[in-house]
């Protein structure tokens, strides 16, 4: 899941974006589990999350340009974190 073309340009329907989208619709609740790397998330996490959490799926936005996240109203997000002091 990763986002070859940063949003320079739309990139081909991914069957497993396509069916990530379908399950958020439907699920109420969403828990993340994830170390810590290099102080954010893995990589392929976050694009995962870029791809799916898109417009039309978690949000929209009005005139003014303002996000609206009117798409997730009434699911639950939580994440469990896993770090370790780096050592060498």
Known sequence: ????????????????????????????????????????????????????FTPGIAYSANDQGSFIWNYLRGKQFKKLLKGKTASI
Do not use: N
């Open 1 to 52: 899941p990763v986002l070859r073309y940063g949003y320079r340009k739309r990139m081909e329907e991914d069957p497993f974006i396509l069916r990530s989208q379908e399950l958020i619709q439907w699920a109420d609740h969403f828990i993340f589990v994830y170390p810590i790397w290099w102080s954010s998330m893995p990589s392929l996490l976050k694009g995962w999350i870029d791809r799916v």
